[in-house]
């Protein structure tokens, strides 16, 4: 029994992760059985590439235990990391797509689009958390390690203007690393023609920091709220 209690508490929020992914599902299901289409399929596949930063914490935790965070592994998580955190941001974009289609109920598409996004959302943070203990760790001035932070989020933010206006996504820094290089450094060297992306990256960076700042307030000191 004790045993059982210790690990709900050690892994109790990791699996209310899994369970609002499951419930995620079952929201899809439902509407794909009501609507008689599976056209919202790409939700799916979204929150499956939310879990993968997640992934990739856990992973950069259990070596950082053993290991130096400058190995060359320490770094190429850092990276995979990195590389796919905005995708569990992303989601909020997706309320874009609610009326892309005829649907039999467009509040219960809500409800899903909402339980898809939320989900994104914990999982995103989630695994920023974990690296944000880490640099707390290692940084010691708290200044610097939310100037991290910050500019983890504002790259997401930019990352998010890129895949949903210019279509790129994280395997294009892999297959495709010429068109992301030569589409950013236009939006750099050329920004009166690219007023989009600053509004874009600017509206999401400050609104996934200001909930971020909440989540870090809440989870480090919960208890102040009721004294």
């Known amino acids: 029994m004790a045993e059982s209690r210790d690990f709900f508490t050690k892994y109790g929020f990791l699996l209310s992760l899994v369970y609002l992914t499951i419930v995620c599902a079952g929201f ?3 509407g794909a059985i009501s609507n ?3 056209e919202l399929w790409y939700l799916l596949w979204n929150l499956f590439l939310a879990w993968v930063p997640l992934g990739f914490a856990l992973w950069l935790m259990n070596m950082l235990k053993r290991k130096s965070w400058s190995t060359i592994q320490g770094m190429v998580l850092s990276l995979l990391w990195l590389g796919f955190l905005p995708n569990s941001f992303y989601m909020v974009s997706d309320y874009l797509h609610l009326q892309d289609y005829p649907r039999v109920d467009i509040v219960y598409d809500t409800v899903t689009f909402t339980c898809f996004v939320l989900t994104g959302l914990f ?6 958390y ?12 708290q200044m610097n390690t939310w100037l991290a932070i910050s500019a983890v989020l504002f790259v997401c933010s930019f990352a998010i203007y890129l895949g949903r206006d210019l279509r790129l996504n994280t395997w294009d820094l892999l297959l495709s690393p010429a068109a992301i290089l030569f589409d950013v450094s236009d939006i750099i060297l050329n920004p009166g023609d690219h007023l989009h992306a600053f509004t874009t990256t600017v509206s999401f960076f400050v609104f996934l920091l200001s909930i971020y700042i909440v989540v870090w307030q809440f989870v480090r000191k919960p208890r102040m709220m009721y004294k």
Do not use: C
């Open 130 to 141: 974990l690296v944000h203990i880490q640099l707390a760790k290692r940084l010691k001035n």
């Open 36 to 38: 008689q289409s599976w």
């Open 28 to 30: 899809f299901v439902m």
């Open 123 to 128: 999982l995103g943070y989630a695994s920023l």
